[in-house]
């Protein structure tokens, strides 16, 4: 059974331009989240989708956003980046939210803002 | 709001040795999750075990074990005869089991394994 993929693991990016981060979650499961790791501000969620939907979402700006399509597969993008956007983004992938006893997550991928 | 504290930055063991990972946490929730994660450099974050708020029986996985004390607040992870593969991050963190909600971590333990 395949895990979760994320895409691409590693990228490096100017200040000012946009990232495009996609995640595959694991055959079956329906929902996907995003978190943000940063040495100083920890494992921080951006936000979860579920069916296509939105569902819940983190403290983060605007810049950041997300979908999920038909085949439960997610991206999220971040615009107009910044110094600080780089960080580890991580996806987590579970069959359904409120009942799900085991979330898995991808390899990560590692984003660096120059 | 639920919160997760991981008390040891750092804990060193000998291989083959056993040890305790603290957790406690602080939720106002009836049902929650908990569960342990480990980090390696490579930054994938695995998942190692699960307790349910309402499972009676602390959860085992190989040579994982979460000691789940509920009036205590707290799910130490236990983990056995260590390896030397066990040196990474490991994470605690817990969800709500209503709608969808997010999962709260603590903020670590580094684990050293030595020969």
């Known amino acids: 059974k395949a895990g979760v993929t994320q895409t691409p693991r590693y990228l490096i990016k100017t200040r000012g331009q946009q990232v495009t981060l996609s995640c595959s979650p694991i055959s079956g499961h329906r929902s996907v989240s995003w978190y943000q790791q940063t040495p100083g501000q920890g494992l921080q969620f951006l936000f979860e989708?579920?069916?296509?939907?939105?569902?819940n979402k983190g403290n983060f700006p605007g810049r950041f956003s997300g979908r999920q399509f038909s085949n439960s597969r997610s991206e999220m993008n971040v615009s107009t980046l910044e110094l600080g956007d780089s960080a580890l983004y991580l996806c987590?992938?579970?069959?359904?939210?409120?009942?799900?006893?085991?979330?898995?997550f991808g390899e990560g991928s590692w984003l660096t803002v120059v | 709001a639920q919160k997760i504290t991981q008390t040891q930055p750092g804990m060193f063991v000998q291989e083959k040795e056993a040890v305790t990972l603290d957790c406690t946490y602080d939720?106002?929730?009836?049902?929650?999750?908990l569960f342990w994660y480990k980090q390696p450099s490579s930054g994938e974050m695995i998942f190692l075990i699960y307790?349910?708020?309402?499972?009676?029986q602390n959860a085992t996985e190989g040579r994982y074990s979460l000691n789940f004390q509920k009036a205590r607040k707290s799910a130490n992870l236990v983990i056995s005869a260590s390896q030397l593969g066990d040196s990474a991050m490991y994470f605690c963190a817990m969800r709500g089991m209503r709608g969808f909600q997010k999962l709260v971590f603590g903020t670590g333990t580094r684990l050293l394994v030595s020969p």
């Open positions: 307790q349910g708020s309402y499972d009676e």
């Open positions: 989708y579920f069916s296509e939907t939105q569902r």
């Open positions: 939720t106002s929730d009836q049902s929650y999750g």
């Open positions: 987590a992938s579970s069959f359904a939210s409120s009942s799900g006893n085991t979330i898995y």
